[in-house]
């Protein structure tokens, strides 16, 4: 990571507020500095909670949107959170929140275990990623009820309780879930409902006054300019022959956008 720098590991909890919302990340954290694709930097903070397989992520974007992620590993379930500021003086309200659950895919974390033991040299380095994952695209056809989502993961009725009705999976990551937990997927089926998304129009379609009240498919790109995505190992010396022949010796970092498409009851929700 390049960037400013505050690695902490308190008992207590880290708070940040953002347009009166608390978020609350229990275990170590570490601030860096990055930047966008306009060249902004941004702050991040990445924290990990070891005991219940989580990783935090987070940072404000220069738009003053909110934007999180939280990983649990042990669910293999990935949890994208945007908090967006609303066109007030248009009627719409000051802000809107959406999750987005999908299943985790490979190099999307380093383990909460490595996260833990990040630090920084340099605080006001900034950080510049190693690998450009790109944009993937994600058409979300469930939606979630969050009061019913513990089989999915534990985390989703706290991290997105601010989205309430506004929660999206697919039905693809639904399926993965299921073989990877077959016994639950009874459960996991009867917290999302099937989003009809056919001859929808796209919000960007529709007049953002007159139009207010149509529902519309509406798309939300979302960045993480940095992160780190993969352990890197090196050989071990030679000597004693009975070491192990590679040990980590540091990470690789990545950048990602994600593009997701997810119904909305009225164009006013879709800023």
Request: hydrophobic share 35%.
């Amino acid at each position: 990571m390049k960037g400013s720098r505050s690695h902490q590991c308190a008992s207590g909890f880290f708070q940040l507020f953002f347009v009166s919302y608390l978020v609350e990340i229990i275990g170590c954290s570490l601030t860096v500095n990055t930047r966008d694709d306009f060249d902004a930097i941004l702050q991040e903070t990445i924290s990990a909670n070891i005991t219940k397989e989580v990783v935090n992520l987070s940072l404000v974007t220069t738009t003053g949107m909110f934007l999180g992620v939280l990983i649990d590993f042990a669910k293999n379930v990935t949890i994208w959170k945007a908090i967006i500021p609303g066109e007030v003086e248009l009627g719409a309200n000051a802000y809107e929140s959406v999750c987005f659950l999908t299943e985790t895919l490979p190099d999307e974390m380093i383990p909460p275990d490595a996260v833990a033991k990040l630090k920084q040299r340099i605080p006001t380095n900034i950080r510049i990623p190693d690998i450009d994952k790109g944009d993937l695209k994600f058409t979300m056809d469930l939606v979630i009820n969050i009061d019913n989502s513990n089989s999915i993961s534990e985390h989703i009725s706290d991290y997105c309780k601010e989205s309430r009705g506004f929660t999206y999976t697919r039905y693809i990551d639904v399926q993965s879930w299921r073989t990877l937990r077959p016994n639950s997927y009874d459960s996991v089926i009867r917290s999302v409902k099937p989003q009809s998304l056919q001859d929808v129009p796209g919000c960007v379609n529709l007049d953002y006054v007159k139009d207010r009240d149509k529902p519309c498919l509406c798309r939300l790109e979302i960045c993480v300019p940095w992160y780190p995505c993969r352990l890197k190992y090196c050989q071990s010396p030679s000597n004693p022959p009975d070491a192990p022949s590679t040990y980590r010796c540091g990470i690789r970092s990545c950048r990602q956008c994600r593009t997701f498409d997810y119904f909305t009851s009225h164009r006013l929700a879709c800023s």
